[in-house]
């Protein structure tokens, strides 16, 4: 498989930032936003998908810590 060319990076970039805008707007409702996801799945490599997915997933973790501040898990070990 050769690397997307600019073009097809933008269409990808696009359709991710589409995807995950509609994800924000409906509370991560997957369903509502299926025609965003298979937008974003067709116009991205796999490998990107896995990705920006682990990607939103840290960012959305990230802000809850930063937001929140971070509370150990009862039980859990003292490092």
Do not use: H
């Given at each position: 498989?050769?690397?997307?060319?600019?073009?097809?990076r933008?269409?990808?970039?696009?359709?991710?930032?589409?995807?995950w805008?509609?994800?924000?707007?409906?509370?991560?409702?997957?369903?509502?936003?299926?025609k965003?996801?298979?937008?974003?799945?067709?116009?991205?490599?796999?490998?990107?998908?896995?990705?920006?997915?682990?990607?939103?997933?840290?960012?959305?973790y990230?802000?809850?810590?930063?937001?929140?501040?971070?509370?150990?898990?009862?039980?859990?070990?003292?490092?």
């Amino acid at each position: 498989m050769s690397a997307p060319n600019s073009q097809e990076r933008r269409a990808c970039w696009s359709a991710r930032d589409e995807y995950w805008k509609c994800l924000d707007y409906n509370q991560n409702n997957v369903t509502t936003c299926e025609k965003y996801k298979k937008e974003f799945e067709m116009n991205c490599p796999a490998q990107w998908v896995k990705y920006f997915n682990k990607r939103r997933d840290f960012l959305k973790y990230k802000e809850k810590i930063e937001k929140e501040g971070y509370v150990p898990a009862e039980g859990a070990p003292k490092l």
